[in-house]
């Protein structure tokens, strides 16, 4: 066997230059899992480390609306449990020489033992405690509520009824992870300016939390005790520990497995390029393999030198996407904040390195086996035939199951790397047979162009048969730049229909303002003013409680089997109401609304999607604790609620006689004419400091920039399958190098220019890129439309920026790199290569 070590050895840095194709494709891959892997494992490891940091405590409680009940401090005093009260709210904020500008801000009141954990940094201070930093009627506020209010250190801004003297600039929250969504800028003030300010008032939508430091107890002790000393509160428990749980590193987790099996996709799209590569070096080899098959070596010799060479050549490639991603990754995570609060190292961890191992691997061998299969049974004779000519023969049973093993391998491992989570199948299933899908639609559309006499009569001959020929790129092209052009053509299609919609709504429907925690005694001072203004238009009211799910049918929700898209219920609370009637934008779909006298036992009324995740129908009773009251009510019927309405909407409406003696406030909509929004928010916000406006364009701003966000990783997706694409056709293009010289040299000797073989290539991938662009343009438009008719639920429309951009990309992408390609053959000599194929 050392023979053949020594010939595995010479091969492998003899040809390493034949196979640059092979490994740009198969380091492509493995550079967008390593640098999605790594970012993303930084991110927890980091969040995981500071988790205590991030939650504000080792323990959290928390409750909404009301503040803790006395006894709960008291008895946390008792006990010597070190924890901080912290408030959080929206209110609005003003400048009095501002003129228009009214902001909403994001309120925090602390006390005097914050931040248990972490720093809090304010610019040019150090902050050693609270009581010493912060005065009375004193604040520190974020960066941009400086700049939208034209304001600065040491000035005095209104924030409800009160003056405060804006101390200092908030630099890092040790307890605030993201700033990916943030309605308004942060103001932090001492909890006893937040008691007297009273903006906390009997049902507004406020957030008290009590963090804990543990000493000499568990975090599960702590919680026990205060489960078991105070039943009845309403309270809700974090802990550190379980940090995954928090709806931000939901969200970076989501996205991370979306990166990720795109990432894996494109890796996958790769063998395309590693298989014409592998073909294109043992067509190159095929004299060599006849020679030593002629010299006594065995099938199992050929196959093991080349395997060999090919799992060289691999790990030479994983190494470089590796390194690549581990490196891009850390400049990513040095350079740019990715809208998170926290302090981000790159970590070298062994699940990435096997994650890439194993991927590059497996998708090597899947699309190596077969042609290393076919060359080892290369025949002596074949010594005496043209290569072209020698015909390719299946390989047997054991390769075929092998591949299919591999194959299946690359699917369950991706599958168990997202715990077998439902929506990682569908993905990878997805994945897999859209790949499947654009290979068979490739395939079909070269059978149907062989079938078609009328292409023929208006294409070059040379161009056509180029085109059908079996080595011809034509398959793989369609295949990699189909996908990609497809994922662009649909992502820019679905945000056009997006943004289009959400424009027509507030444009046609949609209310000027959203008005919350409007209390009882301002209402009807509130309705009067808005309703008696010149530019009123419409207004919409209704009771606004908070609320939490407790059971399902009489079990307690902690038991009960949530649907993935139900365990919100668990975690939060919800907006609720009560109504005689059925609110505007819902619709009942089943069961029937309660009449306008209803006087009886508790009724629901509860969105439909709603009612399916939670598995419940009508008759069946839901339990919900309101201000700290359990309340059971049977589900009178569902509804279907019009979310795109801009509207006021709830999961859950009560029948009439449960709530209305309950100390809750109002929340509202009003709209008024375009021209005069800035004028009728101001007058709004002078007489009701307290209540708090959102208005609609600024919510629906901040919404939509997250959404480009997604939208950019979405196109970066598509943008590296287009990249992956573009080497595969180059590795195509090298494979049928030998065909397309022997044709040129042809062309050449009966008197042929090189322009004009020059304009015959560029035909050929022409037509190939608009082949491909029609096809990415049909299947883009079926996609766009199903996701946004189907998935989102709007109405969809044809963006022609969408429908032209992306071909004409397509198309002039696949021409320069067709021509790039083939220049070498534009400049070979007749003589030269006659001499090569002669020999």
């Not at 196979?19 to 492509?28: G, M, N, P, S």
């Not at 520190?140 to 924030?159: C, D, P, T, Y």
């Not at 520990?241 to 939901?250: A, D, I, R, V």
Request: glycine share 6%; charged share 15%; hydrophobic share 45%.
């Amino acid at each position: 066997m050392n023979y053949i070590n020594k010939i595995i050895l010479n091969e492998t840095k003899k040809n390493i230059f034949h196979f640059k194709v092979f490994i740009i494709c198969l380091a492509l891959g493995v550079f967008s899992i390593t640098l999605v892997s790594t970012i993303s494992n930084s991110i927890f490891s980091s969040i995981q480390k500071n988790a205590a940091t991030i939650l504000g405590g080792e323990v959290q409680v928390s409750t909404r609306g009301t503040y803790f009940n006395k006894q709960i401090l008291d008895w946390l005093n008792q006990n010597n449990v070190v924890f901080s009260e912290i408030t959080e709210m929206r209110t609005m904020a003003y400048k009095k020489d501002s003129g228009d500008k009214n902001i909403l801000v994001d309120l925090k009141s602390i006390d005097d033992n914050y931040p248990l954990f972490g720093k809090l940094k304010i610019e040019n201070k150090n902050i050693e405690s609270i009581s010493t930093s912060l005065s009375e009627n004193e604040i520190f506020v974020g960066a941009s509520l400086l700049q939208r209010l034209n304001s600065k250190i040491g000035e005095k801004i209104f924030i409800g009824n009160n003056l405060y003297y804006i101390k200092g600039i908030i630099i890092h929250e040790p307890d605030r992870l993201t700033n990916l969504v943030s309605i308004g800028p942060r103001v932090i003030m001492t909890k006893k300016d937040l008691e007297k300010s009273k903006l906390n008032t009997a049902g507004s939508l406020v957030n008290h939390k009590i963090n804990i430091r543990l000493i000499n107890k568990s975090e599960k002790k702590i919680v026990n005790e205060i489960k078991n000393r105070f039943p009845t509160e309403p309270l809700r428990f974090q802990l550190a520990s379980l940090s995954s749980q928090t709806s931000s590193q939901q969200f970076i987790n989501q996205l991370k497995v979306i990166l990720l099996l795109s990432a894996i996709t494109a890796l996958f799209l790769g063998g395309l390029g590693v298989a014409n590569s592998i073909n294109h070096y043992l067509a190159k080899k095929h004299k060599e393999i006849a020679i030593l098959k002629s010299l006594g070596f065995q099938s199992s010799h050929i196959f093991t030198i080349y395997l060999a060479q090919t799992i060289l050549m691999s790990l030479l490639g994983i190494l470089i996407g590796y390194i690549l991603g581990i490196i891009s990754g850390y400049i990513i995570l040095k350079i740019f904040p990715l809208g998170l609060a926290i302090e981000k190292k790159a970590y070298l961890d062994i699940e990435t390195l096997i994650l890439a191992l194993s991927y590059g691997l497996i998708t090597s061998l899947i699309f190596s086996l077969w042609p290393l299969a076919q060359a080892k049974d290369t025949k002596p004779s074949s010594l005496f035939r043209y290569i072209s000519n020698s015909k390719k023969t299946i390989p047997s049973k054991f390769f075929i199951l092998i591949v299919g093993i591999l194959f299946a391998s690359q699917i369950l491992l991706t599958i168990f790397l997202f715990d077998f989570s439902l929506n990682s199948i569908f993905f990878v299933l997805g994945g897999f047979s859209l790949i499947s899908f654009f290979y068979l639609i490739s395939n079909l559309t070269i059978y149907l162009l062989k079938q078609s006499t009328f292409l023929k009569k208006y294409i070059n001959v040379f161009v056509f048969t180029n085109i059908l020929a079996p080595n011809s790129p034509s398959t793989n092209l369609i295949t990699c730049f189909g996908i990609g052009l497809t994922l662009l053509i649909t992502i820019s299609m679905v945000e056009y229909n997006l943004n289009k919609e959400i424009n027509l709504s507030i444009k046609d429907t949609a209310p000027s303002f959203f008005i919350v925690d409007i209390q009882k005694s301002q209402y009807n001072s509130l309705e009067k003013l808005i309703t008696e203004d010149e530019d009123f238009i419409e207004l919409n009211s209704a009771p606004s409680l908070r609320g939490r799910l407790v059971k399902v049918k009489n079990i307690n929700i902690e038991k009960y089997r949530l649907s993935d898209d139900a365990k919100w219920l668990k975690r939060y609370d919800f907006g609720a109401t009560f109504s005689k009637k059925l609110p505007i934008n819902s619709f009942v779909i089943d069961g029937q609304w309660w009449s306008k006298n209803y006087s009886g036992p508790p009724l629901i009324s509860i969105d439909k999607d709603i009612a399916e995740n939670l598995r419940v129908k009508i008759g069946d009773t839901l339990t919900f604790n309101i201000l700290g009251r359990d309340i059971t009510a049977k589900i009178a019927n569902l509804r279907e609620v019009d979310w795109q309405s801009f509207g006021i909407n709830f999961f859950v409406i009560f029948s009439p006689g449960i709530l209305e003696n309950s100390p809750f406030s109002y929340l509202a909509t009003a709209k008024v004419t375009k021209e005069n929004e800035v004028k009728v928010y101001k007058k709004i916000t002078e007489n009701f400091p307290n209540i708090t406006i959102i208005i609609l364009k600024e919510a629906i701003l901040t919404i939509m920039s997250t959404l480009d966000k997604i939208s950019n990783a979405a196109t970066g997706i598509s943008a590296l399958t287009i990249l992956v694409g573009i080497f595969v056709l180059a590795g195509a293009i090298s494979a049928s190098y030998d065909a397309r010289t022997y044709d040129s040299i042809i062309l050449k000797v009966i008197g042929a220019s090189p322009y004009y073989i020059f304009r015959l290539f560029l035909q050929e991938f022409l037509y190939l890129g608009i082949v491909t662009s029609i096809i990415s343009v049909v299947i883009g438009i079926i996609l766009s439309w199903a996701i946004t008719t189907q998935l989102i639920g709007i109405n969809f429309s044809l963006s022609m920026f969408s429908l032209i951009y992306p071909p004409i990309l397509g198309v002039l992408l696949v021409s320069l790199i067709g021509l790039i390609g083939t220049r070498k053959i534009l400049r070979s000599r007749i003589n030269t290569s006659l001499r090569i194929f002669s020999s």
